[in-house]
T-cell receptor, first 114, second 114 residues
């Protein structure tokens, strides 16, 4: 079945540690996105990528990094510079650039600080 | 700032009633609008999208769009306890590099009581 797979489901980060969240899709979508959701809050855009080997900062990119070496994969690294990383992280994808295409989400990764 | 506003709720309706969820948006350039349902602890799931002024029906759901008033709504007929969730409204917006992303509201919590 086509879909978006995020792993792990739960992740714990120690002080000063970088952690990487995986996102893989087999929907053949060009565009991929990372969002952060805090309790009672909407989704805030961290990074997005419209095509392979290209990505752009969203509204809250500080303390995060991404890569897009393959169409199917868009991993997110939460660096030690992100002082408040505890949140629910959601990866999404859509057909490239089309303003009428919805985004589809993975199941999310919950990140907490140890 | 491109904002999407929703009443956080909770909106409580009895089983079998019509639930009405509302959303306003600030970016007049937005041309597509999406409603997502999010159960507690889960990722958002697309329910409906609408691009043109007027009503769009899909089963028990009706989306309404009024671009002049910058207003989107979602009606749920014959509400069921399983409809209890947070409903996120999203407006499609153009990014600075001509990419495309969604601006999300914070969501309205719906509680359907038996």
């Amino acid at each position: 079945d086509g879909g978006i797979t995020q792993s792990p489901k739960y992740l714990f980060r120690k002080e000063g540690q970088n952690v990487t969240l995986s996102c893989e899709q087999n929907l053949n979508h060009d565009a991929m996105y990372w969002y952060r959701q805090d309790p009672g809050q909407g989704l805030r855009l961290i990074y997005y990528s419209q095509i392979v080997n290209d990505f752009q900062k969203g509204d809250i990119a500080e303390g995060y990094s991404v890569s897009r070496e393959k169409k199917e994969s868009f991993p997110l690294t939460v660096t030690s510079a992100q002082k408040n990383p505890t949140a629910f992280y959601l990866c999404a994808s859509s057909d490239r650039g089309s303003r009428n295409q919805p985004q589809h989400f993975g199941d999310g990764t919950r990140l907490s600080i140890l | 700032q491109k904002e999407v506003e929703q009443n956080s709720g909770p909106l409580s309706v009895p089983e079998g009633a019509i639930a009405s969820l509302n959303c306003t948006y600030s970016d007049r350039g937005s041309q597509s609008f999406f409603w997502y349902r999010q159960y507690s602890g889960k990722s958002p799931e697309l329910i409906m999208f609408i691009y043109s002024n007027g009503d769009k029906e899909d089963g028990r759901f009706t989306a309404q769009l009024n671009k002049a008033s910058q207003y989107v709504s979602l009606l749920i007929r014959d509400s069921q306890p399983s409809d209890s969730a947070t409903y996120l409204c999203a407006a499609g917006g153009v990014l600075s590099n001509s990419g495309y992303a969604l601006n999300f509201g914070k969501g309205t919590s719906l509680l359907v009581t038996p």
